[in-house]
């Protein structure tokens, strides 16, 4: 279960970060930008974490 938990908030961090990428695109605020970005890579990391999780069986 920790597995699937993990991959749909790794996915909506994901979306997140980009819907902050653009809008710090769109408004030239490289601050926000860059917080999107923040928040990608942390979407991946969790998705990667779920993925672990599910080729050990949720022990980690």
Known sequence: MGELTDKAKGIANE??????????????????KAEGIGQELKGKAQQIKGSIKGALGDKV
Do not use: T, V, Y
């Not at 980009?18 to 926000?32: L, Y």
């Open 15 to 32: 979306i997140a970060g980009n819907a902050k990428q653009m809008q710090g695109e769109a408004s030239n605020d490289p601050d926000r």
